[in-house]
């Protein structure tokens, strides 16, 4: 939360990579904006913690389509307790299963 008693979010975008050339290559490339409260949390958890070598962050993505193209939007925050996955959750293909099908296509003979 900000110091107006707003929540602030992290967020960016990751597209399908259409021009991946080699198998190492990620699938999804984008960028994030890091706002300066997880900044501040993520310096002092390293701080507070001096032989700690990474932070875990909560990480969570959303499915859109701009003009008959997926992309997700994600966002980055403190961690948060975990939630079991529901049916609604696995109603629609994903932009993974997307690049999943890209990939099984590539592969035919």
């Not at 999804?28 to 990474?54: A, M, N, Q, S, T």
Request: glycine share 6%.
């Amino acid at each position: 939360m900000n110091q107006n008693g707003n929540y602030s979010k992290s967020t960016g975008t990751l597209h399908i990579n259409y021009h991946k050339q080699k198998d190492k290559a990620p699938d999804l490339l984008g960028k994030i904006k890091v706002r300066r409260e997880l900044e501040e949390y993520i310096c002092g958890h390293l701080r507070d913690h001096p032989r700690v070598e990474f932070v875990e962050l909560a990480i969570a993505g959303w499915q859109y389509d701009k003009n008959g193209q997926p992309f997700l939007v994600v966002e980055l925050s403190q961690p948060y307790g975990n939630k079991q996955p529901t049916e609604n959750s696995r109603s629609k293909p994903t932009i993974l299963d997307i690049i999943d099908r890209q990939k099984k296509q590539e592969y035919q003979y």
